[in-house]
């Protein structure tokens, strides 16, 4: 059930990079192309969210979320470190470093345990 809501939350995100792009624009660093980058995450994640829901492609998007989690830990990383971080402070960038370890983690335990559907 979890995992259904999160598949939710993950197409949703995506949409979101299209209807609302300039969201996304502060968590980036200035040198990333942000409208490329805003349009292939928002696309991974409704392809990925979707196919979360469909048991036979359930192990290769969760390792697709998994690799894509991993990827915006930098991200959160980068934007800890910076004087003003775009999440607002200093202890919200780190709490969201947190749940995004815990993210990559429960990602990765779902990966193994899931089954490959025939």
């Known amino acids: 059930m979890l995992l259904k809501i999160f598949a939710g939350i993950l197409i949703f995100a995506g949409i ?3 209807v609302n ?3 996304y624009d502060p ?3 200035d040198w ?3 409208r490329m ?3 292939a995450g928002g696309i991974a994640e409704i392809i990925l969210g979707v196919l979360l829901f469909l048991p036979n492609f359930r192990k290769l998007a969760l390792l697709g979320t998994l690799i894509l989690m991993v990827m915006f830990l930098g991200i959160h990383v980068w934007d800890l470190l910076r ?3 775009a999440i607002g402070t200093h202890t919200v960038a ?3 470093l947190a749940v ?4 990559v983690y429960w990602l990765f335990r779902l990966y193994q345990q899931e089954e490959v559907a025939h």
């Open 16 to 18: 979101y990079h299209f």
């Open 21 to 23: 792009p300039a969201f």
């Open 27 to 29: 968590i980036m660093p």
């Open 32 to 34: 990333f192309p942000k």
């Open 37 to 39: 980058a805003n349009a």
């Open 83 to 85: 004087p003003r971080p």
């Open 94 to 96: 780190a709490i969201r």
């Open 100 to 103: 995004q370890m815990l993210l």
